[in-house]
């Protein structure tokens, strides 16, 4: 069993920036890593994530915005968010996949205020 924590989130102003992480409790071998995010009543949308091959695939709606990156050593995921905007508001969660099972966080809130 893996666990993930995720940290970082809170209120910031549009325009500013936020750093998401997201620890493992061990390593594993993960096939994608990446992060989602949800607003009550909305579609659970992925937002970024980091193929088993090292590269990265974002959201058009966050694409330029957000940079997703890991620590391996440290078994940690990050989400830069950069230039915020009202809608990017929802909590933020992780996830990372093995062949077997699909493990998330717990989530963490982000809100974006005018």
């Known amino acids: 069993q893996v666990q993930l924590v995720e940290s970082g989130g809170g209120l910031v102003q549009a325009g500013g920036s936020l750093r998401l992480s997201c620890v493992a409790s061990?390593?594993?071998?993960?096939?994608?890593v990446g992060w989602y995010r949800q607003t009550p009543g909305q579609k659970r949308e992925e937002v970024a994530l980091i193929l088993s091959g090292g590269g990265t695939s974002y959201s058009g709606s966050v694409n330029g915005r957000f940079s997703i990156s890991r620590d391996i050593v440290k078994n940690t995921l990050f989400l830069q968010m950069n230039k915020l905007k009202v809608e990017d508001t929802a909590t933020y969660f992780c996830?990372?996949?093995?062949?077997?099972?699909?493990?998330w966080g717990q989530g963490t809130q982000v809100t974006v205020v005018s």
């Open positions: 061990r390593s594993a071998n993960f096939n994608n």
């Open positions: 996830y990372a996949r093995t062949d077997f099972e699909t493990y």
